[in-house]
């Protein structure tokens, strides 16, 4: 028989790690409260204080998997930017690279020669042959979502419900409750989102021929895996649907892989047989330095050149000045150069089937109704049985006490996942001895919570 765990159990956990936290950190609740004279919200981007934490977590240095902090406590890292280190921190061909190209100059608003070698490694690692170099994915799929809307002459888009796609405008907008608004708490936001967005669940094939059968959607922005709300997997055959529905009506589709990257050397959709319009991609693609490309078809390009020449003149409102840098072409070529081989991709898979097999180990000893779901080197956990076939389903039990609980727990003895859900990446630096770790102290927060 599963079990379940009592909700006095989880606050009275939740209770007493917030105040260990407090008591091991006293360097960094004195930087926090120095900072909050200077920073919104008291940090430097606002969504570093929501890890739930009484007061941010203040880092010295991070190298590999490891983080150690302002009271010189050391920490396996399994959240890794939230995959932007999903290489590692500072890992050593890029931290060379790094200070090597410094003495050459950052940006010039001009290429450089490593311009015509990423661009051969963009077209071999992921199949499309003509790219951009954005400094985020926000930027990247602001960028597409332009191009798209320009060449098919059509406004709107296609997004699934509780999707992530960057601080992109348009993609705010969800359909909970069956009507389509704009999402709850979005800030400064003055048109209606939902004249320019539609929005489907994941997985309903049904929803989505309806949505583009309208003929009026110039494309489906979407991850192949959605992992804003835990990891939400495309059901079998989903894909292809969603590719041959996108064909038949006209409309593009856009693969925003910036977290599944994780897949393989190639990305979700190459393992998926998945030939996308367009491509998107953050985050990691340059070992964690400001940059992110994306990527048309022939197809695609040839259309925008055809749009290009019959314009006119005029600013087209996409690029911007740091983009392209020598800086960031030097460090993608290294990333795609060292990292995205399969011989990489193997190793990093092979740890996370073994952190995988762990925590479902874990479920069944402690007889919870839980699951765990793993993506290439990308593992995450939910505290219930079934895993969501859509965002809609996962957005009602995510974010619960539990996974605050469980978080506050870990961190206070020395394991980092990442906060907004039960997310661990495996990246070149991990080692069998952390995943260990890992099991072995979500082992003790279980056991301390099935006992209270």
């Not at 048109?191 to 049904?206: H, P, Q």
């Not at 529905?245 to 589709?253: C, D, K, P, R, S």
């Not at 394991?415 to 082992?443: K, W, Y």
Request: glycine share 8%; net charge negative.
């Amino acid at each position: 028989m599963k079990s379940k765990i009592a909700d006095s159990a989880i606050q009275a956990m939740l209770g007493r790690e917030k105040k260990l936290y407090v008591q091991r950190n006293p360097k960094s609740q004195a930087l926090s409260l120095e900072a909050s004279h200077h920073w919104l919200r008291g940090v430097p981007m606002h969504w570093m204080v929501d890890w739930g934490l009484p007061f941010p977590l203040f880092v010295d240095k991070a190298q590999g998997a490891t983080l150690w902090d302002a009271d010189d406590h050391q920490y396996t890292d399994f959240c890794l930017g939230d995959t932007g280190a999903m290489f590692g921190h500072a890992p050593k061909a890029v931290a060379e690279v790094l200070a090597r190209e410094a003495a050459h100059g950052f940006t010039t608003m001009l290429p450089s020669s490593d311009a015509v070698e990423v661009g051969r490694l963009l077209q071999d690692r992921f199949g499309l042959p003509f790219w951009q170099v954005t400094a985020t994915a926000s930027d990247a799929n602001r960028a597409v979502l332009r191009w798209c809307r320009a060449v098919t002459g059509r406004q709107k888009i296609l997004v699934f419900n509780h999707c992530y796609h960057g601080c992109v405008d348009d993609t705010f907008v969800t359909a909970d409750d069956g009507h389509v608004v704009m999402v709850d708490g979005l800030v400064g936001e003055p048109r209606d989102l939902t004249a320019f967005t539609k929005v489907v669940e994941f997985n309903d094939v049904t929803a989505l021929e309806a949505a583009l059968r309208e003929g009026d959607v110039a494309c489906v922005l979407a991850e192949p895996v959605m992992t804003n709300v835990g990891m939400v997997l495309p059901d079998d055959g989903f894909l292809e649907k969603l590719r041959a529905l996108t064909i038949e009506t006209g409309t593009l589709l856009i693969l925003d892989e910036t977290h599944t990257l994780s897949s393989g050397p190639g990305g979700y959709s190459k393992l998926a047989g998945i030939a996308p319009d367009a491509l998107v991609f953050g985050k990691p693609i340059a070992g964690g330095i400001p940059a992110a490309v994306y990527g048309f078809s022939a197809a695609v390009h040839q259309r925008i050149q055809d749009y290009l020449a019959a314009r006119g003149d005029g600013r087209s409102g996409i690029g911007t000045t740091l983009s392209g840098s020598r800086i960031q072409m030097a460090l993608i070529k290294t990333v795609l150069t060292e990292f995205f081989t399969e011989a990489c991709f193997a190793a990093l898979i092979a740890l996370a089937q073994k952190l995988e097999q762990g925590i479902a180990d874990l479920f069944i000893k402690h007889r919870l109704p839980w699951h765990v779901t793993r993506v290439g080197a990308r593992v995450e956990f939910m505290c219930v049985e079934k895993p969501p076939r859509c965002g809609g389903d996962a957005a009602k039990v995510i974010h619960q006490p539990i996974d605050q609980a469980v978080h506050h727990y870990l961190l206070n003895r020395g394991v980092v996942i990442t906060p907004f859900h039960n997310m661990m990446l495996i990246c070149p630096s991990t080692g069998l001895a952390q995943v260990d770790q890992l099991i072995r102290e979500l082992d003790h927060c279980l056991q301390e919570l099935k006992s209270a």
